[in-house]
């Protein structure tokens, strides 16, 4: 199983930019895809952003694609989400997850909550009109 701890959320104004960062440890750190999902009060949890580990192919939800970046340090274990141009709705608790997706072919498959087994605790990210 594999543990992960989110860090690096907080509270910014509309414009601002915020780097999220995820550490691995334990288990297989290199399951298939590494992810970031959020969710806000009230709504489902929603798919950002996903990374193939082993080929680092980038997959992102149209509400974030050109503002927000996953990137992956496979020497320190940890998967980001630079996030740029934020909006009030871009708040919500960020997640970071990983699993192996097996049979996944779309973007929708790689956002989707229920490909992953193993989840962070969250990271709360505030944006202020």
């Known amino acids: 199983q594999v543990q992960l701890v989110e860090s690096g959320g907080g509270s910014v104004q509309t414009g601002g930019s915020l780097r999220l960062s995820c550490a691995a440890s334990?288990?297989?750190?290199?399951?298939?895809?590494m992810a970031w999902f959020r969710q806000a009060p009230g709504k489902e949890r929603e798919g950002v952003a996903a990374?193939?580990?082993?080929?680092?192919?980038?997959y992102y939800a149209d509400s974030v694609q050109g503002r927000f970046t996953i990137s992956q340090d496979n020497a320190k274990n940890t998967v980001y989400l630079q996030m740029t141009s934020l909006k009030p709705e871009d708040t919500a608790m960020y997640y970071c997850?990983?699993?192996?997706?097996?049979?996944?072919?779309?973007?929708?498959?790689?956002?989707?909550?229920?490909?992953?087994?193993?989840w962070g605790q969250g990271t709360q990210v505030t944006v202020s009109s």
């Open positions: 990374i193939y580990s082993r080929g680092g192919t980038t």
């Open positions: 334990g288990g297989t750190y290199r399951s298939s895809y």
């Open positions: 997850a990983a699993g192996s997706l097996y049979g996944a072919y779309d973007v929708a498959m790689y956002l989707d909550p229920r490909g992953y087994r193993s």
